[in-house]
């Protein structure tokens, strides 16, 4: 199979190497759930995190500023159905 692409082929295979998932580099994101809105983000501290993406299919949801990627959000465990 040929490509012609003017992208680096690094970022055309990225996901194709043989290194396992364990062994990688970088960021590892979480996916959670946020005031009943999915989000994809980093934690970078005990209960803080920052959004990478948002996942819903509710155009309200990416009108929120407080969840826009880059926004870091605070998340607080509910122990026992205790709010």
């Known amino acids: 199979m040929s490509l ?3 992208m680096d082929i690094d970022y ?3 996901g ?7 062994q990688r580099e970088g960021p590892t994101y979480q996916e959670l759930d946020y005031k009943g809105i999915k989000l994809e983000a980093l ?9 990478n993406r948002i996942i819903s299919t ?3 949801h990416y009108l929120i500023e407080e969840i ?6 605070e998340l607080i465990a509910k122990i026992g159905g205790i709010r």
């Open 58 to 60: 509710d155009p309200r």
């Open 43 to 51: 934690c970078v501290s005990n209960n803080k995190y920052i959004v």
């Open 68 to 73: 826009q990627p880059g926004a870091e959000i």
């Open 16 to 22: 194709c190497s043989l290194v396992k998932e364990e």
């Open 4 to 6: 012609y692409t003017i």
């Open 12 to 14: 055309i295979m990225d």
